[in-house]
């Protein structure tokens, strides 16, 4: 009877820690669509620059880089997003741009860890 009801216990236990997973945090892009991410935004900077404001945000990702990609990739494409990979062979972090026509490029760069840090960044133009 004791372990049946340690199971039970534990079993409960383990559904609820599932409860608490975190649903993503949401980033106002440039173009006002909201790109909704599995992870949590570590670092929000704003700065003024000659013409205009850069934004950057930087964010602890819950997948490799590979997997990490791959959901950006699918994200930025669902919103209307060009992907354009840049290569850069003496690093192995990811360089991506992601272009949209009347939207300023969104930059994002993908470490190798696991999880992934993921820094997105633009440039927003004064109007």
Known sequence: MKKITCVAVLSCLLALGGCNEEKGVDIQLPSGEKLTLEGSITKNTSKPIENGTFKSYEVQ???????TKAKFDEHF????????EQTNVASTTLKVHY?????PTIGVLINDKS?????????????
Do not use: C
């Open 77 to 84: 494409r669902t919103l209307g997003y060009a992907v354009s």
């Open 115 to 127: 999880p992934a840090v993921v820094s997105i960044y633009w440039q927003e133009k004064q109007q």
């Open 61 to 67: 990702y819950t997948l490799a880089q590979d997997a």
């Open 99 to 103: 272009v949209k026509k009347n939207s």
